[in-house]
């Protein structure tokens, strides 16, 4: 069991930037990947971005040049540095942490991109 703890949301201008954290804690696989995905009212969740424990990443397009994740694999701890954020980004982000065998998901935490 793995459990993810995320901070960081709130509500933010055009043009501005956040920055998430996401911590794991339980039984961490020393290979894994953990990510950030988003869900916008009415939409499906969908991706944002994903990094292994070897520093592989994968972005959405929309996010790609404004977002950038990265952890720190001694803490377990996942980072989402948000800028030039857009209306559109406006969502709960949610962390997820996948190895095998184990698919978890924090509480998420909601992002709101607001004049």
């Known amino acids: 069991q793995v459990q993810l703890v995320e901070s960081g949301g709130g509500l933010v201008q055009p043009g501005g930037s956040l920055r998430l954290s996401c911590a794991a804690s339980?039984?961490?696989?020393?290979?894994?990947?953990m990510g950030w995905y988003r869900q916008a009212p009415g939409k499906q969740r969908e991706l944002v971005a994903k990094?292994?424990?070897?520093?592989?990443?994968n972005y959405a397009d929309s996010v790609k040049g404004r977002f950038t994740i990265s952890r720190d694999n001694a803490k377990n701890t996942v980072y989402l540095q948000m800028d030039s954020l857009k209306s559109e980004d406006t969502a709960a982000y949610y962390c997820?942490?996948?190895?095998?065998?184990?698919?978890?998901w924090g509480q998420g935490t909601q992002v709101t991109v607001s004049s």
């Open positions: 990094i292994t424990t070897g520093g592989n990443t």
């Open positions: 997820n942490y996948y190895a095998r065998f184990t698919n978890s």
């Open positions: 339980g039984s961490i696989s020393s290979i894994n990947t």
